[in-house]
């Protein structure tokens, strides 16, 4: 698969705390991850806007599962190209058969922008935040 995004983040968000897994393209097809958890109040997920920034990060991967990305959403979407990821589509996909974690996997497909069949969302409807509740 073609690296798109050169530096990207894939987060796993549960209702406590939030994975998340960011990927570096190197020379010659080879890469460097790095994990790290957060919480999910506010003061965390602004700690870890600024870590995605540090790191130099433009593209964000989340799943869409539950209630839990939206607030992650709100955050993130400001800063950064935020992809909301069909969850059944990494786990079913090629790229969920290659990775364990779920941030693995939306890291993985993040990078490769998705090109291994994986639906995902780039800019939300017009009226996404209110629709959703989250505006």
């Not at 690296?3 to 020379?27: M, N, Q, R």
């Not at 990821?85 to 941030?103: E, F, L």
């Amino acid at each position: 698969m073609e690296v798109v995004y050169p530096c990207c983040c894939g987060l796993d968000v549960h209702k406590k705390s939030i994975t998340a897994c960011v990927l570096w393209a190197e020379a010659k097809g080879k890469s460097r991850k790095e994990k790290k958890r957060f919480g999910t109040f506010t003061h965390d997920l602004l700690q870890l806007a600024d870590w995605l920034e540090q790191c130099g990060v433009t593209h964000v991967a989340m799943e869409s599962t539950g209630v839990y990305w939206k607030p992650v959403w709100n955050i993130l979407a400001e800063r950064f190209e935020v992809l909301l990821v069909n969850a059944q589509h990494i786990k079913a996909g090629p790229v969920g058969r290659r990775t364990r974690k779920t941030a693995s996997g939306s890291r993985t497909c993040c990078s490769t922008d998705c090109s291994a069949g994986v639906s995902c969302r780039r800019n939300p409807p017009v009226n996404f935040a209110t629709s959703r509740g989250i505006a």
